[in-house]
């Protein structure tokens, strides 16, 4: 089990900035990837960008060249540093965590944290 605490959401107008943090209750080398979902009113939630423990990470064509996940391994947190933010970014922010213990795949989930973009 993992509990996860994210934080840094609020409201920002279009082309701000805003970095999302997300503590884990555990170490990060102990979970296989980490991911940022998000979800607005009306949609699916959405993955937004996820890492893995050695580092690789992904992003949605949505987000792509305008955020970076990073992973502090000694704060056990994971950041989303989002840039130019549109209104289209607006939602809640969630963060994931995988783990893999043998054959099973354990998931857990922060409580999300709302991203307002106004225009």
């Known amino acids: 089990q993992v509990q996860l605490v994210e934080s840094g959401g609020g409201l920002v107008q279009a082309g701000g900035s805003l970095r999302l943090s997300c503590a884990a209750s555990?170490?990060?080398?102990?979970?296989?990837?980490m991911g940022w979902y998000r979800q607005a009113p009306g949609k699916e939630r959405e993955l937004v960008a996820a890492i893995t423990s050695g580092g690789s990470s992904n992003y949605a064509d949505s987000v792509k060249g305008r955020s970076t996940i990073s992973r502090d391994n000694a704060k056990n947190t994971v950041y989303l540093q989002m840039n130019s933010l549109k209104p289209e970014d607006t939602a809640v922010y969630y963060c994931?965590?995988?783990?893999?213990?043998?054959?099973?795949?354990?998931?857990?989930w922060g409580q999300g944290t709302q991203v307002t973009v106004s225009s």
């Open positions: 555990r170490s990060l080398e102990s979970i296989n990837a």
């Open positions: 994931n965590a995988a783990r893999r213990v043998g054959v099973n795949t354990y998931i857990n």
